[in-house]
């Protein structure tokens, strides 16, 4: 169950980004329905001078560095550009979280 949590990003931009998902589901190998997005509505703010920040939490089930790469990617491709630096952080929730009260992982 891949949780995407998006800061520095325009609540427009998830939802375009969200319609990306059938893309997602063969890069990191995951149900279209487990894929959930969440706009946080932070700002990101950095020194004077510096690249304007999309930083992107990553919650998921371990899977291989293949898919990291390949998410990273696919995230810089749709955020990145016009001097927006593009961060994106994984946490491991294996066995740490529950649907439903069935734990997964």
């Known amino acids: 169950m891949p949780i995407l949590k998006f800061n520095g990003a325009s609540e427009e931009q998830v ?3 969200a319609k990306k998902i059938d893309e997602l589901v063969d890069l990191i190998v995951a149900k279209p329905e487990a894929i959930l997005m969440i706009n946080n509505n932070n700002n990101v703010y950095v020194a004077e001078n510096t690249n304007k920040r999309v930083y992107v939490e990553v919650d998921w089930l371990a899977r291989p560095e ?3 790469i390949a998410l990273v990617k696919h995230l810089t491709d749709f955020f990145g550009g016009d001097g927006i630096t593009v961060s994106v952080k ?3 929730i294996n066995k740490n979280l529950y649907v439903n009260n069935n734990r997964m992982g």
């Open 15 to 17: 939802k375009q980004y």
């Open 90 to 92: 994984f946490t491991e």
């Open 66 to 68: 293949e898919a990291r």
